[in-house]
């Protein structure tokens, strides 16, 4: 039986990952978070991805949390942005957050891979409606403008590789 199945999910999960933590291990982590084969399992990640957030929402923890986060599907990540920001909406911290993977692996042309990360920075400005979320949806905005001057550079790189 899957430990995301047990009724003590929860607890068995937070002694996992807070020994992870302890011995900074937690890139360990994203291997329990990937198993998702049914709809029971999912629903339990989701349910403790949001109680390890609210936990840890102010504490120097949360870099770590997202940085394992950020390697995962934009649905977890969608999540753990929403989770976090309904609980602390300081910039500062947020701009510090590990939100997208930064490591990006193509056969040949980036460009998938930057419209991929260009896509869900735009699925974010939604959520950072409001004054309180000013500064968070400019640091967004900021970050697709420098993605789409990426994929020009590689537009223009390909081709001129052509010739």
Not at 10 to 30: A, C, G, R, S, W
Not at 41 to 59: D, M, R
Not at 85 to 93: P, V
């Amino acid at each position: 039986m899957s430990l995301w199945k047990m009724d003590r999910f929860m607890e068995i999960f937070d002694d996992i990952f807070y020994n992870l933590l302890k011995n900074k291990q937690l890139f360990v982590f994203t291997s329990l978070m990937k198993l998702r084969d049914d709809v029971l399992v999912k629903q339990n990640q989701f349910l403790w991805l949001e109680h390890i957030i609210v936990e840890n929402a102010f504490s120097d923890s949360i870099y770590l949390i997202f940085d394992f986060i950020s390697i995962l599907d934009e649905e977890v990540k969608m999540l753990a942005i929403k989770t976090f920001l309904s609980k602390n909406k300081d910039f500062d911290i947020f701009k510090k957050l590990s939100i997208s993977s930064h490591s990006w692996f193509s056969v040949g042309s980036l460009v998938p891979a930057f419209q991929k990360e260009i896509d869900f920075y735009e699925s974010l400005i939604p959520i950072l409606s409001g004054i309180d979320f000013l500064e968070h949806k400019k640091l967004i905005k900021e970050r697709i403008e420098r993605l789409e001057i990426s994929v020009e550079k590689e537009n223009i790189e390909q081709i001129t590789s052509v010739i």
